[in-house]
């Protein structure tokens, strides 16, 4: 029995869960470790989002006996250059919408406001606003104390604003060394070499196997994702000026970033359209529920198939348990992280379970 793979699997989860306990027990011992970690957080996370975007042209001018780290100068400059021309681009017709909705902003919050107070007149939706909990008049009157509310206490929170203001600085000062370095030192860091001197050699190959798999399925989520919300951006602004909605490039950017979040994204990107569109006329909310279901749809029946496909090897029934399950953990960025962070358990737990079966097969020839 003391010999028996199961009795020292229970063991090992046994002294993993008293780690645990010990760990909670001195938390102030790890606590610097945590406030280093809140702080690089997002600069690690938007140079991992980076690096996977930029590494095929990386490894192509490298394959081409251009010395590496020239590659990674040349990416840098080229997505520099990138940038730059869609700023030049689109910036100045951004910029004059951002204006006009900033100027405009409280009359349309006050033709909101009336155009709830005209729905009360229909069957349905006017016995929710009789409610005690959806009452318009207690609403508007609540809207400009919770501003003033946020406000003061923003105004207040100077250590709230200070961290933030660090935390920006620091991710804006990070990023670009910390890309670098897993750009130049891509596979030959020492992240690789700590790991290959962990791995146990019997075990070398199939762990060298995993981490190449798990790269190639995160370069492919991430790139195919930044493809699918630039590609769903466009059509929406291409939509949204068909139908001729005011803030169309505002809007369709709008949609492109929420794009990101799994599952809900597309939802609360059309939000702003429907609000905006209401504020016009019902036929606009139409036309805007229109365009954004077409592109909705081409993006899940055309698009993702076509540039991300099915090589995540996920069913589309464990995203939606894993992206609940992340949002009801991590929030927002629970929901993002939720899609990546699976496949690379996934990957681990597969590698774990192959060696156990390996190892259980041997023990059965001998």
Not at 144 to 169: K, Q, R
């Amino acid at each position: 029995m003391w010999d028996s793979k199961l009795f020292k699997a229970g063991i090992a989860i046994l002294l993993f869960f008293l780690i645990i306990l010990v760990g909670n027990q001195i938390s102030f011992i790890f606590k610097p470790l945590i406030i280093t970690f809140e702080v690089f957080f997002y600069a690690f996370l938007i140079s991992g989002a980076l690096y996977y975007a930029l590494i095929p042209l990386v490894d192509w001018l490298a394959k081409h006996k251009v010395p590496r780290k020239l590659s990674v100068v040349i990416t840098y400059l080229v997505f520099v250059a990138v940038v730059t021309g869609i700023v030049v681009l689109v910036g100045p017709s951004l910029q004059e919408e951002f204006t006009v909705l900033l100027i405009t902003l409280p009359n349309r919050i006050d033709q909101l406001l009336a155009l709830f107070e005209s729905l009360k007149d229909t069957a349905i939706i006017g016995q929710l606003f009789h409610l005690e909990a959806f009452n318009i008049e207690k609403l508007s009157e609540m809207i400009p104390d919770a501003i003033n509310n946020s406000l003061n206490y923003t105004l207040n929170s100077i250590t709230m604003v200070l961290d933030f203001v660090t935390g920006f600085f620091i991710t804006l000062v990070v990023t670009p060394f910390l890309l670098y370095y897993m750009l130049a030192e891509s596979g030959s860091g020492s992240v690789a070499k700590v790991v290959k001197k962990l791995t146990p050699r019997m075990h070398a190959e199939r762990t060298k196997q995993s981490i190449a798999k798990i790269n190639s399925q995160l370069a492919l989520y991430v790139q195919g994702v930044g493809l699918v919300c630039l590609l769903v951006g466009i059509l929406a602004y291409i939509g949204f000026l068909i139908i001729d909605i005011e803030f169309a490039m505002i809007l369709a950017l709008f949609v492109l970033i929420t794009n990101i979040i799994p599952i809900i994204g597309p939802f609360i990107g059309a939000v702003p359209a429907v609000l905006v569109g209401a504020i016009n006329s019902p036929l606009m909310v139409l036309k805007v529920i229109i365009v954004i279901v077409i592109v909705q749809q081409l993006d899940a029946m055309v698009i993702r198939p076509q540039v991300v496909g099915r090589k995540l090897a996920i069913s589309p029934l464990a995203i939606i348990l894993v992206v609940l399950l992340a949002g009801r953990l991590g929030g927002l960025i629970g929901i993002i992280l939720a899609v990546p962070i699976f496949t690379v358990l996934k990957i681990v737990f597969t590698q774990v379970y192959e060696t156990i079966r390996s190892s259980y097969g041997t023990e059965t020839e001998k």
